[in-house]
């Protein structure tokens, strides 16, 4: 199957009562790794790409192209979205011009005029491509590739006059953080949550920072109307913590461990366990 939007697999998992993972690419071992969790789990599966990410790939087009050779050579057969994350105006335009299926405007640095405007612009352009498109009210704490957010709560006022211009998903800040969580994080905003929900009727929510919220207040998010969770530096920590195990167990210094495919097996191995145990979290194992 090749790429599709994120509107049905979201729309189900909506309905359904489970969120779809975010899982973000850096390389090929990671793409290989994500798409193989999400066959092994028969689940829907989002792949994310920053504008750093693809940029570190060479380019938008590279991205496309390998990915769409994988889900033909390894044959997947779950749904799965090529998303933009975090993108910009002209970013998110690249990307639909390169053969993404679905793109993040991230206009929440704006003032909420500018980005109903151009998130309004990128809809359309969107639309009529069949593409899906998450925008974002509210900067999320942490850093959003290498944009430094304060980590506001969403106005839910805001939130539905970006939900009303037609995006598929909405990226709300509800205390929720990019990157590791402080000792002293608050938890999520379920008040906030749920103001958001009632206001917005029907529309998928999408939880950044995924990586590291308790599993109780997941659950309970979920049942709040998110229906899609990224997922980023949990990966990039087990996929560091077994390529130094390796390393410092000396294994490259043994006969042909110096083998590059033999360095990053440990950390891919890791990807895909942390993939699959979100997705049973997440409650979209077995929903392809
Ligand atoms: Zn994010």
Redesign the pocket.
């Known amino acids: 199957m090749g790429l599709v939007s994120a509107k049905d697999m979201l729309e189900t998992a909506r309905k359904e009562g489970y969120a779809v993972g975010q899982f973000n690419i850096n390389n090929l071992e990671w793409t290989k790794a994500i798409l193989t969790a999400a066959q092994e789990a028969n689940s829907p599966v989002i792949l994310g790409v920053s504008e750093g990410a693809a940029r570190y790939m060479t380019g938008f087009d590279t991205v496309v192209g390998m990915v769409e050779g994988m889900l033909k050579n390894l044959d997947i057969t779950v749904p799965v979205a090529l998303h933009l ?2 993108g910009s105006f002209e970013g998110a335009k690249a990307c639909i011009e390169a053969g993404f299926s679905s793109v993040m405007f991230d206009g929440s640095h704006y003032p909420i005029d500018e980005n109903i405007e151009k998130t309004k612009e990128i809809v359309k352009y969107a639309n009529e491509r069949g593409i899906s498109v998450e925008a974002e009210v509210g900067a ?1 704490g942490g850093e ?1 590739d290498g944009v430094v957010g304060t980590g506001e709560v969403a106005d839910p006022q805001e939130c539905k006059q970006i939900a009303d211009l037609g995006v598929t998903m909405l990226a709300a800040g509800i205390g929720n953080i ?1 990157g590791k969580y402080p000792d002293n994080w608050q938890g999520l905003s379920f008040d906030v949550l749920k103001e958001i929900q009632d206001i917005t009727g029907q529309m998928p929510l999408v939880l ?2 995924g990586s590291g919220i308790p599993t109780d207040m997941i659950k309970e998010a979920i049942s709040l109307g998110v229906s899609k969770i ?1 997922v980023n530096t949990e990966l990039q920590l087990v996929f560091a913590e077994a390529t130094r195990k390796y390393i410092e167990e000396g294994k490259d210094k043994v006969g042909k461990g110096f083998d590059p495919r033999k360095i990053l097996k440990p950390g891919y191995e890791r990807i895909i366990a942390g993939v699959k145990e979100k997705m049973d979290i997440f409650g979209s194992t077995n929903k392809a």
Do not use: C
């Open positions: 994350d975090h999320i959003e990019h950044h920072g990224n």
